[in-house]
């Protein structure tokens, strides 16, 4: 069974220690860590787009980049088609890089700006020598850029990327990716900055390339409404932890995480009559720093249904009901007992 | 409650390259309710903004239209006038991106009292008093005052940039993307202030915003601004459920939906006009569905319907 999953990641941990200054490491004081992931384990089905949801700070970017080996795991593994990606080397790692690709948030500092769209969408295939004639290269390129509607690509292969609207950069970078055949792709926030009115229309070719090329997605955001619409599993991120994980639908229909039903409760919706009522949050204050996590539990300090064992241990993720994972013990029925006397 | 009104305003920028016209003859008026202007990215709606605080930087100038609050025209008063009278006074502004231009180097109690000095010659302790008391207001502990902006978290920077909006008791407070740099959770806390303060103190928010879930939480009227025009307004209840212009039909289908059904986003094909060559007749008309020989020549009038309006010439006929 374990070949219906493209990636699966087993208590990856990446750990950045803080910079020390000369007198604590004269008075060799230990050195901190950010905790951007903790003992994180997922599973990424074949053709399925996972979305991994948190607030600014909550290590979806650094897990995002783990899986790409873009970042060295500090502890636990990752397996990318059965193959452990982190003792990977060579040819098998260009390889890797090859079927491995991202979308960045930011399509105006993503591109070249010296680079014209033919030089942006050549580079990857010099690079992993892929076409051997130039007309090789050219077909692989135009079925590119057919695929995301740049079209006809000969307008726009002479184009600098400042000749480009936003989402053509987008599309362009998305391109940029497709020359190479991927098989997995983290796309982090790719449409957070695009306007509005188009950016049905990459998620729409996130849609059909999943369908055609059998791509496999990471996406990235911090938009439950977004994650909702392009998501079939959903896992939710607080403080370097997944907190809550299921299928897309049941997530968001039924939180069971504390954080993740607050975080639905502060979604704002395009309906006027919230203007009448107060969204009641359940949890309170803010994010605290990664560099200072809570103990136990990294969310009891705001959650309104601490108890004493919050503080104390963390609670590992469990299965709730099919296909549902999540970290609370609410829903471990002897330990609520405990919370009950 | 003071009343203002903006009649057809022009904003253009005077560039090496040709005149931007960021706003283009926008007209509305507001007197007791809140407002939401929401627009893409160029829209005009910041340079809107801009124009009712008069702080259009240069190469930008109001070239023509009249802002009238309780029926004096503040856009013949001279800048010393207006510093005085208007600005902070009357109307104030929470800045986009405000929050991350507080002054490293000063506390947030000295920058809390600069409004005060200058605008009300209200100095030591009862300008420190005052400021504790604004603090207070949107939820933070007086000891702030003596605290750095980088000791503060951006929901608690947000808060003290609010408060300095509303030291000076405006009647009006623009808000430019007051929430936009910040997370979910901490964004319905804003809300739920601006809410608060909105009805405890009797003030008219004009909020400025991409986003259309955001502004449905907070404004009564809603202004939908397409390259530099307004091009449909009306109570937030119409605009959101009977759309008559057809940018805003398209706009909202654009909107992911947290619950209820899910239908499939719609875009809008083609880019918005560069405003220093706009299209001829009704800007929308080379990215609209419905367009007519009439739109790419002549450029649409307000059609009203009883207290919305919208410029398309689909509804010619019916007015």
Same mark, same amino acid.
Request: glycine share 6%; charged share 25%.
């Given at each position: 069974?374990?070949?219906?999953?493209?990636?699966?990641? *087993?208590?990856?941990?990446?750990?950045?220690?803080?910079?020390?200054?000369?007198?604590?490491?004269?008075?060799?004081?230990?050195?901190?860590?950010?905790?951007?992931?903790?003992?994180?384990?997922?599973?990424?089905?074949?053709?399925?787009?996972?979305?991994?949801?948190?607030?600014?700070?909550?290590?979806?970017?650094?897990?995002?980049?783990?899986?790409?080996? =873009?970042?060295?795991?500090? =502890?636990?593994?990752?397996?990318?088609?059965?193959?452990?990606?982190?003792?990977?080397?060579?040819?098998?790692?260009?390889?890797?890089?090859?079927?491995?690709?991202?979308?960045?948030?930011?399509?105006?500092?993503?591109?070249?700006?010296?680079?014209?769209?033919?030089?942006?969408?050549?580079?990857?295939?010099?690079?992993?020598?892929?076409?051997?004639?130039?007309?090789?290269?050219?077909?692989?390129?135009?079925?590119?850029?057919?695929?995301?509607?740049?079209?006809?690509?000969?307008?726009?292969?002479?184009?600098?990327?400042?000749?480009?609207?936003?989402?053509?950069?987008?599309?362009?970078?998305? =391109?940029?990716?497709?020359?190479?055949?991927?098989?997995?792709?983290?796309?982090?926030?790719?449409?957070?900055?695009?306007?509005?009115?188009?950016?049905?229309?990459?998620?729409?070719?996130?849609?059909?390339?999943?369908?055609?090329?059998?791509?496999?997605?990471?996406?990235?955001?911090?938009?439950?409404?977004?994650?909702?619409?392009?998501?079939?599993?959903?896992?939710?991120?607080?403080?370097?932890?997944?907190?809550?994980?299921?299928?897309?639908?049941?997530?968001?229909?039924?939180?069971?995480?504390?954080?993740?039903?607050?975080?639905?409760? =502060?979604?704002?919706?395009?309906?006027?009559?919230?203007?009448?009522?107060?969204?009641?949050?359940?949890?309170?204050?803010?994010?605290?720093?990664?560099?200072?996590?809570?103990?136990?539990?990294?969310?009891?300090?705001?959650?309104?249904?601490?108890?004493?064992?919050?503080?104390?241990?963390?609670?590992?993720?469990?299965?709730?009901?099919?296909?549902?994972?999540?970290?609370?013990?609410?829903? *471990?029925?002897?330990?609520?007992?405990?919370?009950?006397? | 409650?003071?009343?203002?009104?903006?009649?057809?305003?022009?904003?253009?920028?005077?560039?090496?390259?040709?005149? !931007?016209? /960021?706003?283009?003859?926008?007209?509305?008026?507001?007197?007791?309710?809140?407002?939401?202007? /929401?627009?893409?990215?160029?829209?005009?709606?910041?340079?809107?903004?801009?124009?009712?605080?008069?702080?259009?930087?240069?190469?930008?100038?109001?070239?023509?239209?009249?802002?009238?609050?309780?029926?004096?025209?503040?856009?013949?008063?001279?800048?010393?006038?207006?510093?005085?009278?208007?600005?902070?006074?009357?109307?104030?502004?929470?800045?986009?991106?405000?929050?991350?231009? %507080?002054?490293?180097?000063?506390?947030?109690?000295?920058?809390?009292?600069?409004?005060?000095?200058?605008?009300? #010659?209200?100095?030591?302790?009862?300008?420190?008093?005052?400021?504790?008391?604004?603090?207070?207001?949107?939820?933070?502990?007086?000891?702030?005052?003596?605290?750095?902006?980088?000791?503060?978290?951006?929901?608690?920077?947000?808060?003290?940039?609010? $408060?300095?909006?509303?030291? +000076?008791?405006?009647?009006?407070?623009? /808000?430019?993307? @007051?929430?936009?740099?910040?997370?979910?959770?901490?964004? $319905?806390?804003?809300?739920?202030? %601006?809410?608060?303060?909105?009805? #405890? %103190?009797?003030?008219?928010?004009?909020?400025?915003?991409?986003? +259309?879930?955001?502004?449905?939480?907070?404004?009564?009227? !809603?202004?939908?601004?397409?390259?530099?025009?307004?091009?449909?307004?009306?109570?937030? #209840?119409?605009?959101?459920?009977?759309?008559?212009?057809?940018?805003?039909?398209?706009?909202?289908?654009?909107?992911?939906? %947290?619950?209820?059904?899910?239908?499939? +986003?719609?875009?809008? @094909?083609?880019? &918005? &006009?560069?405003?220093?060559?706009?299209? &001829?007749?009704?800007?929308?008309?080379?990215?609209?569905?419905?367009?007519?020989?009439?739109?790419?020549?002549?450029?649409? @009038?307000?059609?009203?319907?009883?207290?919305?309006?919208?410029?398309?010439?689909?509804?010619?006929?019916?007015?």
């Amino acid at each position: 069974m374990q070949d219906d999953y493209l990636i699966v990641a *087993e208590n990856v941990s990446k750990w950045f220690p803080i910079r020390r200054d000369l007198s604590d490491i004269v008075l060799r004081r230990p050195i901190h860590y950010v905790k951007a992931v903790d003992n994180v384990s997922l599973k990424i089905k074949r053709g399925e787009i996972f979305v991994l949801v948190g607030e600014s700070g909550c290590g979806k970017t650094t897990l995002g980049k783990l899986l790409l080996k =873009a970042y060295e795991l500090d =502890a636990g593994k990752i397996t990318f088609e059965g193959n452990d990606i982190s003792v990977v080397k060579g040819k098998k790692l260009k390889e890797f890089r090859r079927v491995a690709q991202v979308i960045f948030q930011d399509p105006y500092a993503s591109l070249d700006p010296r680079f014209t769209a033919w030089d942006v969408l050549n580079e990857p295939l010099h690079i992993h020598n892929v076409g051997s004639t130039k007309e090789e290269r050219q077909e692989i390129i135009f079925r590119a850029m057919e695929d995301v509607k740049l079209i006809p690509p000969e307008d726009f292969l002479e184009r600098f990327p400042h000749m480009l609207s936003g989402g053509q950069r987008q599309r362009l970078a998305m =391109a940029r990716t497709l020359v190479l055949e991927p098989k997995f792709i983290v796309a982090d926030e790719p449409v957070s900055m695009l306007d509005l009115s188009i950016r049905a229309e990459i998620l729409e070719l996130m849609f059909s390339l999943k369908h055609r090329r059998n791509i496999t997605y990471l996406y990235i955001t911090h938009d439950l409404s977004t994650a909702r619409y392009v998501g079939d599993t959903i896992g939710i991120m607080y403080l370097g932890k997944i907190v809550e994980m299921g299928r897309a639908s049941d997530v968001i229909e039924n939180p069971l995480h504390p954080y993740t039903q607050a975080l639905l409760d =502060a979604v704002p919706e395009p309906d006027p009559s919230n203007r009448f009522k107060e969204r009641h949050v359940r949890i309170t204050g803010e994010i605290p720093s990664p560099a200072n996590i809570p103990s136990g539990c990294s969310l009891h300090p705001r959650c309104p249904y601490a108890f004493t064992l919050c503080p104390v241990k963390y609670p590992e993720m469990k299965q709730i009901s099919n296909g549902r994972l999540a970290s609370c013990y609410l829903y *471990e029925p002897t330990v609520s007992d405990v919370k009950a006397d | 409650m003071v009343e203002l009104e903006v009649d057809n305003l022009k904003v253009h920028f005077f560039t090496s390259t040709g005149t !931007v016209r /960021a706003v283009d003859g926008v007209s509305f008026s507001l007197k007791g309710k809140s407002l939401g202007i /929401a627009g893409e990215s160029g829209s005009g709606k910041t340079t809107l903004g801009l124009a009712l605080m008069n702080l259009i930087p240069s190469p930008g100038r109001i070239v023509s239209g009249s802002i009238s609050l309780d029926g004096n025209n503040i856009l013949q008063f001279n800048e010393e006038k207006y510093r005085t009278e208007v600005r902070w006074r009357q109307i104030s502004m929470i800045f986009q991106g405000a929050m991350n231009a %507080l002054n490293p180097v000063y506390t947030i109690g000295h920058q809390l009292m600069e409004p005060l000095k200058f605008h009300s #010659e209200l100095v030591g302790e009862k300008a420190r008093k005052k400021a504790e008391d604004a603090l207070r207001e949107v939820g933070l502990d007086a000891s702030m005052m003596q605290r750095y902006p980088h000791e503060l978290s951006g929901g608690m920077k947000q808060r003290v940039v609010i $408060a300095m909006a509303l030291i +000076l008791r405006p009647k009006i407070v623009i /808000a430019d993307e @007051p929430t936009t740099a910040l997370d979910v959770i901490v964004q $319905a806390q804003v809300i739920n202030l %601006l809410k608060r303060l909105e009805r #405890e %103190l009797g003030i008219s928010i004009i909020m400025i915003t991409h986003d +259309l879930s955001v502004i449905s939480e907070l404004v009564d009227i !809603v202004g939908i601004m397409y390259a530099g025009e307004l091009v449909e307004i009306g109570p937030a #209840e119409q605009i959101y459920n009977n759309p008559k212009h057809p940018y805003t039909q398209k706009l909202l289908n654009a909107v992911p939906r %947290l619950h209820g059904k899910r239908t499939k +986003l719609e875009s809008i @094909p083609g880019i &918005p &006009p560069d405003l220093k060559s706009p299209p &001829p007749g009704c800007r929308f008309h080379p990215r609209c569905p419905y367009v007519m020989g009439i739109c790419k020549v002549s450029t649409p @009038p307000y059609f009203t319907f009883t207290d919305q309006k919208a410029t398309c010439w689909l509804y010619k006929e019916k007015a």
